[in-house]
């Protein structure tokens, strides 16, 4: 179902994931007068904080579904593992936004990379591998080193290993419990980027700065804006973000990340909702990313994605959320704790941006 | 009860009173990691959407405010007429800010004038009056024209005529209902500015940029930063500010009412708690009105005030807020919707800044 006609303040909208993604949307979704519904199988979710309305159940749930989709205008999502069943199930009885097939095309990595080669977007060398045959056939045409990543359910570096000149294709196979999985050559990149774009249900597209993006134990550390990149690169990036959401008919922001090199731009991955890197939009700029995704999803005009100040995002990791009160002292930086209760190791806990004058770039 | 160390994240602290200050006083903490309880009687108030966790109930309810009181950590409010007793009942159970004097002082304008002329700060000439020989003694001393207010409660131009030539003093006491009140003497003023303030538990105070105040109807219209006004006179402006603050040991932001003219400076009204004069701070700083008052009663740093752009905030009154398609697609504009169902004349659904780049003043 497509959204008819722009949701008016006080109507409100359904959000699949109750973590920090679903709580920062939420609370910009307030901002505009726009109520969110969270629909999440974990019973602490942080969005359930902020949400005039929650639902806890299992995503497989036929019945707490039907309850949610009729109590929303539309449906939107904060993680892309959404299961297809689901989705089904809930655009048949509602807009959903972005669409069943931006998340079929971004929950597997062969159809994501099949899709974005048949736009000509230049991606790492990547074959579809399910046996150890075919990982040898690969290899061979791909080189060595490689990694081996599972097709579905991979984030923060779960899900993949590197296969160098000594593993053998059956312990790299067994490493990822024997899941689909794609064979993606080792790209030797100098800088990772990413695009944070927006897409109405009319078409308009939206794409704010490249951020320069730094990762630690491949979860995203920093991300840094503007990017110090090359002007007319920032551009092809801005350009291949457009492509990928009018190829998509996509509606909604996206979350793009590229490897840039003497190759010039790659795409490494699509992320079919809000994004990590796209967090110092809350602090830098007049409309954030969270309210970009509720004004495109709920048919409204697309907010300005200029930035007002440099800027600097730094995640807050497991218990690098304890630096909160030396944090809260620092005149330049904005402080984003997401009211999670237990500060595991890695667990993404907050966030901060740290602000300065804007640069000419 | 004062506050013995600062609140960590993942506390609860309670609101009383639900409209769009509370609204967005919530918004502020979830972005800290702070959660909220409203306490409120009207069943659909609008910060119940964006809360944690409500109580419905009367401020006279003793029941409901024990259970409330043992729910939270500290208890803030979002409007001035807070009862006494029900202050002082909460007070006496967890660590109510602003305080019970803030209140008394800020709720009887009688005591207000006198509390600020007793620190040597100009206001209008003005006399309690509570019978017609009261009213006439009064007029002969201050003169005609004249405002008569009720002492208590009086908000947006509600509870106050103006006496002229020809009004008897009766007619003006009638037209109040009798009500305790207060004679100020009519000042010929030039701008109408405010100064946003906040005073932490360890006495810091941080003010922001001083916006000049356009009313209609006496109601605020918009507020401009920079205001234009004589930096000597924005920093004087200031210092009476942080006067008042210190001299009543004043934790959370206060919203301070002036007039500016061939007097100089003279205060108008003081409200102990955010204001609708310091909304600009949503889009125009780093930290806004709202968080700077979550810090300070949490016991927190208070933000860096500084404004990063130059803004002008626009009130959306009752069928104003009709307006927002148009609004949302200005690129220059921050659109802050209310979540209020009903759109009645004059009523408060929303607001906008337009900001441009800051000036240098």
Redesign the interface.
């Known amino acids: 179902m497509r959204l008819d006609k722009?949701l008016?303040?006080?109507s409100t909208i359904g959000i699949l994931g109750g973590g920090q993604l679903g709580?920062m949307l939420?609370?910009a979704a307030?901002?505009?007068?726009i109520?969110c519904h969270i629909y999440a199988p974990e019973a602490d979710s942080p969005a359930?904080?902020?949400?005039?309305a929650h639902t806890i159940a299992p995503y497989d749930d036929y019945e707490a579904l039907a309850g949610f989709a009729r109590s929303v205008e539309l449906v939107t999502y904060e993680f892309e593992n959404v299961p297809a069943e689901t989705a089904a199930f809930l655009a048949a009885r509602v807009p959903l936004a972005p669409d069943a097939r931006a998340l079929a095309t971004a929950q597997d990595r062969v159809a994501e990379k099949t899709f974005l080669s048949g736009l000509g977007i230049a991606v790492a060398p990547f074959a579809a591998v399910d046996t150890v045959a075919e990982l040898d056939a690969a290899l061979s045409t791909i080189g060595r080193p490689a990694i081996l990543k599972t097709r579905r359910f991979g984030y923060d570096g779960k899900g993949q290993t590197r296969i160098d000149r000594q593993k053998a294709a059956a312990t790299a196979l067994a490493e990822i419990d024997l899941a689909p999985a794609i064979l993606e050559g080792l790209v030797s990149f100098d800088h990772e980027v990413s695009v944070i774009a927006a897409r109405g249900w009319d078409g308009v597209v939206a794409c704010y700065d490249v951020p320069l993006n730094r990762h630690e134990n491949h979860i995203l550390a920093t991300s840094t804006v503007p990017s110090g990149l090359d002007p007319a690169l920032e551009s092809k990036a801005r350009e291949i973000a457009a492509a990928i959401l009018r190829a998509l008919d996509y509606v909604g922001v996206m979350g793009i990340e590229l490897f840039a090199g003497r190759f010039g731009l790659m795409v490494n991955e699509l992320a079919p909702r809000v994004h990590n890197s796209g967090h110092w939009t809350l602090?830098a700029c007049?409309?954030s990313q969270f309210e970009q995704h509720i004004?495109a999803v709920c048919g409204?005009?697309l907010?300005?994605p200029?930035r007002?100040?440099d800027v600097v995002m730094t995640n807050l990791l497991g218990d690098g959320?304890q630096d909160?009160?030396r944090l809260?002292?620092e005149?330049?930086?904005?402080?984003?704790?997401?009211?999670k209760?237990e500060a595991r190791r890695g667990r993404k806990m907050?966030h901060f941006n740290r602000?300065s004058?804007r640069s000419g770039d």
Chains 1, 2 share one sequence.
């Open positions: 722009p008016p303040p006080g709580r939420t609370l307030a901002r505009l007068g109520r359930f904080q902020v949400a005039a602090d007049l409309v004004r409204w005009p907010g300005n200029a007002h100040s959320v909160w009160q809260a002292q005149a330049d930086v904005g402080l984003h704790l997401y009211g209760s907050g602000l004058p």
